[in-house]
C-alpha cells in the first residue's frame, strides 16, 4: 500500500510539474507579445499586397497557359478553366505559406 502511494505521489509530481512548465512557456510567450512593437499600417499593407500578388500570378501564369493550350490543341475540356482553379489553388497554398512564415497568428486565449 505504501508503494502505490508513492508511485500516486511521484505521479502527481510529475504532472504538477509538467503543468508548470506549459504555463511558464505560454506566460513567456505573452510577455514576449506584449511587448514587441505593434504592426504598423504599412506592415499591413504590405502584406495585403504579398498576399495578393501571392495568389494573382500563379493564377495568371496558369490561365494564360490554358488559354495558349486550348487555342493548339482543342479538346472538349476547357483547359483554362481547369487551369484556373489550379491556379488559385496554388496562389492560395502560396498566400497561406507566406503567413504562416511571417508569424501572423494569433494568440491562443
Known amino acids: 500500500m505504501t508503494d502505490d502511494y508513492e508511485r500516486s505521489?511521484?505521479?502527481r509530481r510529475k504532472i504538477a510539474e509538467s503543468f508548470t512548465k506549459k504555463v511558464g512557456t505560454r506566460?513567456?510567450?505573452r510577455i514576449k507579445a506584449g511587448s514587441?512593437?505593434?504592426q504598423t499600417l504599412w506592415f499591413g499593407l504590405g502584406m495585403f499586397g504579398l498576399?495578393?500578388?501571392s495568389v494573382a500570378i500563379p493564377t495568371l501564369i496558369a490561365t494564360a497557359l490554358g488559354v495558349w493550350i486550348d487555342?493548339?490543341?482543342p479538346s472538349r475540356f476547357s483547359w483554362t478553366l481547369m487551369l484556373?482553379?489550379?491556379g488559385v489553388a496554388i496562389g492560395c497554398m502560396n498566400a497561406w505559406y507566406w503567413v504562416r512564415k511571417t508569424g501572423i497568428r494569433e494568440l491562443d486565449d
Open 84 to 86: 484556373l482553379v489550379i
Open 27 to 29: 506566460e513567456s510567450l
Open 9 to 11: 505521489k511521484e505521479r
Open 71 to 73: 487555342t493548339n490543341y
Open 36 to 38: 514587441q512593437k505593434r
Open 51 to 53: 498576399i495578393g500578388w
